[in-house]
């Protein structure tokens, strides 16, 4: 299977994944050492990332709108809609691009999660209070 078609299943795995919390799920689609970079968590292993995510989380909506991919190195872009519920039920709504790294195995080995966090932050504050 070339690089194409397999980021487009395996984004497509993701964007499922992630909205219905499944993290073994989605886990698997990580290679055991993956690190994600996030606005709101910083970096952290994979593991560690989801789970805490999936805690701050009542609900996800995601509305996929494009993929880029570099077959050259083996990363893409997921660009993606994300209506997040949080664990105190406030709703925060923004585009996301998932900066993805695939290791030789095609496991996400890295993630990063580019977003603008004004609505987020505060409301993430919140659920911690």
Same mark, same amino acid.
């Given at each position: 299977?070339?690089? *194409?078609?397999?980021?487009?299943?395996?984004?497509?795995?993701?964007?499922?994944?992630?909205?219905?919390?499944?993290?073994?799920?989605?886990?698997?689609?990580?290679? !055991?050492?993956?690190?994600?970079?996030? !606005?709101?968590? +910083?970096?952290?292993?994979?593991?560690?990332? /989801?789970?805490? %995510?999936?805690?701050? &989380?009542?609900?996800?909506?995601?509305?996929?709108?494009?993929?880029?991919?570099?077959?050259?190195?083996?990363?893409?872009?997921?660009?993606? *809609? /994300?209506?997040? &519920?949080?664990? &105190?039920? *406030?709703?925060?709504?923004?585009?996301?691009?998932?900066?993805?790294?695939?290791?030789?195995? +095609?496991?996400?080995?890295? %993630?990063?999660?580019? /977003?603008? &966090?004004?609505?987020?932050? !505060?409301?993430?504050?919140?659920?911690?209070?």
């Amino acid at each position: 299977m070339d690089f *194409e078609t397999h980021f487009q299943q395996l984004s497509q795995a993701y964007l499922q994944h992630l909205a219905n919390a499944d993290l073994a799920a989605l886990l698997q689609l990580f290679a !055991p050492a993956a690190e994600v970079l996030s !606005p709101l968590y +910083g970096r952290q292993p994979a593991t560690d990332f /989801y789970r805490q %995510l999936f805690s701050d &989380t009542n609900q996800s909506k995601l509305q996929w709108k494009d993929t880029l991919i570099n077959n050259s190195n083996q990363s893409a872009c997921i660009f993606f *809609e /994300y209506s997040w &519920t949080l664990a &105190t039920g *406030e709703v925060v709504r923004f585009d996301v691009i998932d900066y993805v790294q695939l290791n030789d195995s +095609g496991q996400i080995n890295f %993630l990063q999660i580019v /977003y603008d &966090t004004v609505q987020s932050r !505060p409301a993430l504050d919140k659920v911690g209070n």
